[in-house]
Structure formats: structure tokens, C-alpha cells
């Protein structure tokens, strides 16, 4: 799978939407991008994933680049419940290579 | 909150034990994926079941072994446990089809301490 790159750190307001974004300049062209959020001591939590069209759910927007070398993951209206660490992650479908490969993410900090 | 629940929530063993999490899949998900977690790091890949086979294996040595029983719950075996295994375990499920661009969900974790 593509290796991705993420900040290590962000802030944002609380209210404010916060802009993720993520490197994956060798990405292949059946992979998907997929996004995950992890809390402290939880478990991650899906969020969202896309192939090459941007796409929006309740909880997020996915923004692609037009060469799928690079992505932005959108929360347009922070809170301070969206602190985590956020992973951006490369994905084949390729039968046995169905694994998520976390990196090490980035923690995004809502200060109120 | 997913339907991916895993037992125990935190466990304490000695070095060179051995031991069994388990984890039960979400309603309907064929596919369940293992992972490791140490402190401070991204969650890594140790195998995945699928209709009760492995299909695929992470960096992991043999003594880390699976099972996925015909309901689709699954267990990992650690067996002679070492101090670097103390980590939090991560179950997660994903929906039938193995082509299909699904998501994964995952359950809060078994928190395991080797001393």
C-alpha cells in the first residue's frame, strides 16, 4: 500500500472547520483513500473514504486532488469532541492486502 | 459505537504466559482483522479471518496465532508472552464481499500488560 504523509500536529477553534491533510504522492490507481479518527483509548473510528471524487457525510468531507496525490479531510464546523488523532490511510482491495496501515497520524487539538 | 465488542477489556500477564482475546463481530461481517497498538504508535497489522481461514498476515511471529469460528467471532493466542507485547489489541470487522470498498469497524480494544 502507498505510504501517506501527515502533519504530526494541528490546532483549531472550536467552530472553526479544521483542514487535514495528507500526502500519498505514490498512491496506485485502484487504491483508496480512507480516513479514521481515533479518541484516546478508543478504538479508531471510521470516518470516510473516497477513489477519486470528493465525498461528504454527516460527519466529514473528503477533498482529492485531481492527480490523487494528496487529500484533505474536511470537519467544517469543529468541536471540542473531534480531539484525536486522525489517520489518514491507503487501501487496495487486492485480495490479501485488505489490511488498514496506520501511520502515525496527526492529533488535531480543538482549543475552545 | 460499533457492534464490535472484545473481552477482556484489560489483562495482566507474566512473562512467558500465554493468552486468548477474543472479539465478536459486528451482525453480518465475514471479516475480521487483528491489530497491535504500543503506546504513542499507530495501530499495526497482525492477520485477518475471513470465513473462518487466514487471509493475510502482518510483521508478527508465529507465536501470535488466530482463530475465526463459524459465527465469524474470532480469537487471537499470543503464546510465550514477552515484555514488548504489552500493547492495547484492536479487533475489527468489515462487511461481506471482498472486492467491495468497505470500512472497517472497530471494537474499544483489550489493554494487555506483560510484567
Known amino acids: 500500500d502507498a505510504k501517506t504523509t501527515q502533519p504530526p500536529s494541528m490546532d483549531c477553534a472550536e467552530g472553526r472547520a479544521a483542514n487535514l491533510p495528507c500526502n500519498h504522492s505514490?498512491?496506485?490507481?485502484?487504491?483508496?483513500v480512507y480516513w479514521y479518527r481515533q479518541i484516546h483509548s478508543q478504538g479508531p473510528q471510521y470516518i470516510i473514504h473516497g477513489l477519486k471524487n470528493n465525498e461528504t457525510n454527516e460527519m466529514a468531507s473528503l477533498i482529492i486532488t485531481e492527480d490523487r496525490k494528496s487529500s484533505t479531510l474536511i470537519l467544517p464546523h469543529a468541536t471540542l469532541r473531534d480531539t484525536a488523532v486522525y489517520y489518514c490511510?491507503?487501501?487496495?482491495?487486492?485480495?490479501?492486502?485488505?489490511?488498514?496501515?496506520f501511520g502515525s497520524g496527526t492529533r488535531l487539538q480543538v482549543q475552545p | 459505537e460499533t457492534g464490535v465488542t472484545q473481552s477482556p477489556t484489560h489483562l495482566i500477564k507474566t512473562r512467558g504466559q500465554q493468552v486468548t482475546l477474543r472479539c465478536s463481530s459486528q451482525s453480518g461481517h465475514n471479516t475480521v482483522s487483528w491489530y497491535q497498538q504500543a503506546l504513542g504508535q499507530g495501530p499495526q497489522f497482525i492477520f485477518q479471518y475471513y470465513r473462518e481461514e487466514e487471509n493475510g498476515r502482518g510483521n508478527f511471529p508465529p507465536r501470535f496465532s488466530g482463530l475465526q469460528f463459524p459465527n465469524y467471532s474470532s480469537e487471537l493466542n499470543v503464546n510465550a508472552l514477552e515484555l514488548d507485547d504489552s500493547a492495547l489489541y484492536l479487533c475489527?470487522?468489515?462487511?461481506?464481499?471482498?472486492?467491495?470498498?468497505?470500512?472497517?469497524?472497530f471494537g474499544q480494544g483489550t489493554r494487555l500488560t506483560v510484567v
Open positions: 475489527a470487522s468489515s462487511p461481506k464481499g471482498e472486492r467491495l470498498a468497505t470500512e472497517a469497524f
Open positions: 505514490t498512491i496506485s490507481g485502484n487504491e483508496y
Open positions: 490511510i491507503v487501501r487496495s482491495l487486492d485480495t490479501g492486502r485488505r489490511a488498514l496501515t
